[in-house]
């Protein structure tokens, strides 16, 4: 098979076909993980994916001091300070928690304490808490950093459909409790940080991204955090306000089980599903059932095998998942969420070298033998 550009490789996937191999691209790959794997923190991410053999790169990554946003700029932009992972890249089109922040001490990360939007008079945080979407410095720089760093190599932008904002600013709790006593709340809050959502969505629709990251959780490994009943009602109108913006391909990104949902989901037209997440859903019951109305991204573990397991056991998943998913095409494969810092680095070195040793199509239907 005649060999491709990796922006064409996730492209085709995207379209459930069959490229020259299985693309591989990363929702995110930590900084400490990036400059382990480079031995440097002056890169690019054109650099980071050619070292890899990664097919494409997100504006949110941490891409080393090259292509870092200032902080002046995420101030110019209305940016909370730390709303978010502080991270040196976190110039991001996603809104922000409405909630009050921790910190790990150990790690640098920020988690949420509680949520804030708990009450009608509580809505009046947006307009302190939001920064512009129609800000020119949101879009100017990003335009220039495409243009600088492309390449050949596939570019996305994380976005979101609003759901995970709304979750997270009420709290899982206060969320249970006001779908009941106040669901008018809730559905203003989700409808607020849509339509916001929508507005980044149309400006991104104008730049030279290949595709859109759509990251909203909504279950653990169990199942879904609400009912389809309550899915139906509560977020499928608002996630359409976000949708009906969209003109370009997109992965939407749910951890956990989805599956009690997804055929709802689906009704929104994404080209993808991410991650997979194993311990929660299983990719062959996915790829038979769904695989030729959306392509297929995952489902290498996060949890244990990139993280705690060995090498040879990498090989033997993506082996695996190439055989079960990859078949057929339309699969990217990636991690079950992200490379992060605790990834260790020979496994994601082993992950590579086994995409590059098993992905290429036609796909060898042996490798389940």
């Not at 890899?52 to 997100?58: C, E, I, N, Q, V």
């Not at 109108?237 to 913006?245: H, N």
């Not at 095409?329 to 810092?341: F, H, M, Q, R, V």
């Not at 260790?344 to 490798?367: C, F, R």
Request: hydrophobic share 40%; aromatic share 12%.
């Amino acid at each position: 098979m005649k060999t491709i550009k990796p922006r064409e490789r996730v492209l085709t996937a995207l379209k459930r076909g069959t490229p020259d191999k299985v693309p591989w691209i990363e929702n995110a790959v930590d900084e400490g993980l990036q400059e382990a794997i480079m031995g440097t923190t002056d890169f690019t991410p054109g650099a980071l994916c050619e070292k890899l053999g990664m097919d494409g790169f997100g504006y949110h990554f941490p891409t080393g001091k090259k292509a870092m946003a200032s902080q002046a700029l995420q101030a110019a932009a209305g940016f909370k300070e730390n709303y978010y992972y502080p991270q040196k890249v976190t110039f991001d089109f996603v809104p922000p928690w409405i909630a009050e922040m921790g910190v790990i001490p150990e790690t640098g990360r920020t988690f949420v304490k509680r949520g804030l939007l708990t009450s009608d008079d509580s809505l009046k945080l947006f307009d302190e808490y939001l920064p512009d979407p129609d800000h020119p410095a949101r879009y100017e720089t990003v335009a220039k950093w495409i243009a600088q760093y492309k390449g050949e190599y596939a570019v996305f932008a994380r976005i979101r459909l609003g759901s995970a904002s709304m979750l997270e600013s009420m709290g899982i709790i206060d969320f249970a409790y006001n779908v009941y006593d106040n669901p008018g709340l809730v559905k203003e809050v989700h409808r607020r940080f849509s339509e916001w959502s929508a507005k980044v969505v149309e400006h991104l629709n104008q730049m030279d991204f290949d595709f859109y990251w759509v990251n909203d959780d909504l279950a653990d490994t169990k199942s879904p955090w609400m009912s389809r009943e309550m899915f139906q009602e509560f977020f499928l109108p608002f996630q359409r306000i976000v949708v009906k913006a969209i003109k370009k391909p997109w992965i939407f990104h749910s951890d956990g089980n989805i599956l009690p949902l997804l055929d709802d989901l689906l009704t929104l037209g994404m080209s993808g599903i991410h991650p997979i997440q194993p311990a929660a859903m299983d990719i062959k019951q996915v790829k038979a059932l769904y695989g030729n109305r959306v392509c297929i991204a995952g489902n290498i573990d996060l949890d244990y095998t990139l993280t705690l397991g060995t090498p040879e056991e990498v090989d033997h998943e993506v082996k695996e998942r190439i055989a079960v998913a990859g078949t057929g095409g339309g699969y990217i494969i990636t991690s079950a969420n992200s490379l992060t810092d605790y990834c260790k680095v020979e496994n994601v070195w082993a992950m590579a070298q086994a995409i590059k040793k098993y992905g290429k199509y036609p796909i060898d239907p042996t490798l389940l033998k």
